[in-house]
């Protein structure tokens, strides 16, 4: 009885139509094209929010005067904290789709 029937299951599986086939890889190119700037965009970020967590960020005509110095490090500070943000949503769409 065992004889009769193949030990293999690949004969039973449907192969991808080539129609089919075409479109997934074209797909996946322009994904691969979207990677590529998702990479540029998350290096961007990176060197911004270096940029807001130096002090070389803080205008130096604001040095002189303390209300206003404050108010320019609690700016960098909200910005620095929403690029983060931004970053790290970018960062999981890459994972999510790329790598």
Known sequence: MDDLYPNETTFFTPEEPQEQRTERNAEKAKAQEGMAL???LIKRFEE????????????????????????????????KENLVAEKDYLVSLRSQYGK
């Open 38 to 40: 998702l990479e540029e």
């Open 48 to 79: 911004r929010i270096g940029f807001y967590e130096r002090i070389d960020s803080i205008p130096s005509e604001v040095e002189s005067k303390p209300e206003e110095h404050l108010r320019a490090v609690l700016a960098n500070r909200i910005v």
